[in-house]
């Protein structure tokens, strides 16, 4: 069955970086497309961009421009977002999720992580 | 960027009511569009692909309608389990877009 497991809470502080990690099995890595979409407390979801897992192409959010960056690891099946310079506005649940769709960037979504907190406290 | 706007903010109904959600579009999606639960701590999790196709295990009680810029889903009779907030999504244009948001209350 198709899986999507993150990895777990992080704290950082101001002007940090994070980097979240996201482990899929179930199907085969580099032919389904992935997104990382944030949901800060209390509110609605918000795409931050995708990768495609076969050529590492990837395509950010423009909020987030200069300030994300995904990769993956084709060994280990893992996919990877890092954001910079973090301000307490970045405090949210990020998650992983799957295009429906083999093959393509434009389709629904099928699969979602489970989610990682990330908290921005001085 | 699509902008989709979702009404009501919030419903309020009982179990064994029917529920109709909206979602509109700022632009035509054509029927680019999806529909999402989530429950309190929870991924969301899909209902709806191309405005109107049940996603896999999902029961026939949850519908979808629409194309263009207006959609609906409609919960033909709410089951305890329903009442959560659901979001639309368009995978039309770039970037993807969600809507805001209907939160579906117990009444």
């Known amino acids: 069955q198709v899986q999507l497991v993150q990895s777990g809470a992080e704290v950082k502080k101001p002007g940090a970086s994070v980097k979240v990690s996201c482990k899929a099995s179930?199907?085969?890595?580099?032919?389904?497309?992935l997104h990382w979409v944030r949901q800060a407390p209390g509110q609605g979801l918000e795409w931050m961009g995708i990768i495609n897992p076969s050529g590492g192409s990837t395509s950010y959010a423009q909020k987030f421009q200069g300030r994300v960056t995904m990769t993956r690891d084709t060994s280990t099946s893992t996919v990877y977002v890092e954001l910079s310079s973090l301000a307490s506005e970045d405090t949210a649940v990020y998650f992983c999720?799957?295009?429906?769709?083999?093959?393509?960037?434009?389709?629904?979504?099928?699969?979602w992580g489970q989610g990682t907190l990330v908290t921005v406290s001085s | 960027e699509i902008v989709l706007t979702q009404s009501p903010d919030t419903l309020s109904l009982s179990p064994g009511e029917r529920a109709t959600l909206s979602c509109r579009a700022s632009?035509?999606?054509?029927?680019?569009l999806a529909w999402y639960q989530q429950k309190p701590g929870q991924a969301p999790r899909l209902l709806i692909y191309d405005a109107s196709n049940r996603a896999t295990g999902i029961p026939a009680r949850f519908s979808g309608s629409g194309s263009g810029t207006d959609f609906t889903l409609t919960i033909s009779s709410l089951e305890p389990e329903d009442f959560a907030v659901y979001y639309c999504?368009?995978?039309?244009?770039?970037?993807?877009?969600f809507g805001q948001g209907t939160r579906l209350e117990i009444k």
């Open positions: 632009q035509s999606v054509s029927s680019d």
């Open positions: 999720a799957r295009v429906g769709v083999r093959g393509i960037s434009t389709a629904w979504i099928d699969y």
């Open positions: 179930g199907y085969t890595f580099t032919s389904y497309y």
């Open positions: 999504q368009q995978c039309s244009n770039w970037p993807i877009t």
